[in-house]
């Protein structure tokens, strides 16, 4: 969430600069974009200890369910700027290194007795934690491990230890676990839950493999999806054609690593600079000269016009919505399922990445949002109301900070409503109905396959 400075208000609530101007001006520019700043942001660094607000709720309110859908943590890049030396990071877990974690050795003891756990498919052939010296392409690093290690803490402090969700005799009925089949995404879920219930007993844990980025399980047929995710890369490069200091920014990389600009930029040059950038590695130099600083501006404040422009821009909201469905339609399946009593999968992780947490993100409404961050988390909370046990509410949270009423659905609802959270029929609402009505259409598979209005 974007906190934009105001200035003091005195105590009679009069703003001591200005009586008169109430409205804003509507012609000041937008803040300026830092891409050092949100570059950092980014990464997520392990650093001083998060506040977040998962777990608040009044004292007669019961939490009943918490759904996580994470990001992996840091990775190696996905790409390499051709002719250049890869940046010289060390995947191997050193609990001596920072960043670091106080459970970080005994995470990696008890990695290696994980054979007895249930694992889908692929994911058995997987490794169950980084241990390259030289980091493999994607794979999770240190720091990434530490990020979920951290992740897992919290929502066991709050979760576990405050609200009891779980009894200390948990069945493997109880927790759902799904990840996509990369590495990354497999670790980062061992990496939060060894942190939320340490020492968990592997035979308990079945963990579910997703081939789909989006989660869209059996339902990925959807036609319209693609065509809006078309018009939203068409959008994309006209925005970068556009950008004349992208375009002599990639120019002058280019001649210093001595290739054609074309195929720097199919390199996607980002990915592997933010990895320099991160670990505090020097950008990379030929006998022509360095990359720098001020190329990974320009580079990282395109990136944040683009998604920028994207918020504005219905295009890629319309991929959105027909993207996260079927995930969105599971989840209020679920809550509704515990709302009536199952005690079955009452904490589930989804660990995935961030082209599923921003279409997510997109569609719920949430705009003020940031692109998913490494170790990113979005978490609905479902909590029953103890004077009107039949009453159950949804809390929506990102990053540890409360996003409920930042969502489409229960934007207005805090206004007539004493209780901080959002009627859990308005979140099925949305999802079962109100999703389509852009599309004219009344269900999934209709607007799959109509137009937009």
Request: proline share 6%.
């Amino acid at each position: 969430v974007h906190l934009i400075p105001v200035n003091t208000v005195r105590e009679d609530g009069l703003n001591p600069k200005s009586r008169k101007r109430i409205m804003p001006d509507l012609l000041t520019e937008p803040p300026a974009i830092d891409p050092v700043y949100e570059a950092h942001v980014y990464c997520n660094i392990p650093t001083i200890a998060e506040r977040s607000m998962e777990g608040h709720a009044p004292h007669y309110f019961k939490l009943v369910s918490v759904q996580v859908l994470i990001r992996h943590g840091d990775r190696y890049p996905l790409y390499a700027i051709p002719k250049t030396k890869r940046p010289d990071i060390d995947c191997v877990l050193v609990p001596s290194r920072k960043p670091s974690h106080p459970q970080l050795e005994a995470f990696m003891k008890h990695m290696s007795k994980g054979s007895a756990a249930q694992m889908d498919g692929s994911l058995s052939s997987l490794p169950r934690f980084p241990s390259h010296s030289l980091c493999e392409m994607g794979e999770l690093t240190q720091t990434g491990v530490v990020q979920h290690l951290r992740n897992g803490q919290l929502l066991r402090e709050i979760y576990i230890n405050k609200h009891k969700l779980l009894p200390g005799d948990w069945t493997a009925k109880q927790l759902y676990l799904e990840t996509t089949g990369k590495s990354r995404t497999l670790q980062s879920a061992l990496a939060l839950l060894y942190t939320f219930l340490p020492d968990f007993d592997w035979k308990k844990i079945t963990m579910r493999h997703q081939w789909s980025t989006i989660f869209c399980s059996g339902s990925c047929d959807c036609p319209m999806r693609n065509h809006y995710l078309e018009e939203e890369q068409r959008r994309q490069y006209s925005l970068r054609v556009k950008n004349n200091d992208l375009e002599k920014i990639y120019v002058d990389m280019a001649k210093i690593v001595g290739i054609p600009t074309r195929q720097l930029r199919a390199s996607n040059p980002i990915d592997s600079l933010l990895c320099y950038f991160c670990h505090n590695v020097s950008f990379p130099c030929t006998k022509t000269g360095c990359i720098g600083m001020e190329h990974f501006k320009v580079i990282k404040r395109h990136q944040l016009e683009d998604e920028r422009e994207r918020q504005e821009k219905k295009l890629y909201f319309l991929y959105a919505l027909l993207a996260t469905h079927p995930l969105l339609n599971q989840t209020v399946n679920r809550l509704q399922r515990i709302a009536e009593g199952k005690k079955e999968e009452v904490f589930v992780l989804y660990s995935a990445h961030d082209v599923t947490l921003s279409p997510v993100l997109s569609a719920l409404g949430i705009t003020e949002a940031r692109f998913p961050r490494f170790a990113a988390r979005l978490v609905f909370e479902l909590w029953q109301d103890g004077k009107r046990p039949k009453e159950h509410f949804i809390r929506i949270l990102y990053n540890g900070a409360d996003v409920t009423f930042q969502t489409s659905f229960c934007k207005d609802h805090y206004k007539r409503s004493s209780k901080p959270m959002c009627p859990l029929e308005k979140f099925v609402n949305f999802v079962r109905r109100d999703m389509f009505l852009i599309f004219n259409s009344t269900s999934y598979y209709d607007a799959c396959r109509r137009r937009a209005l």
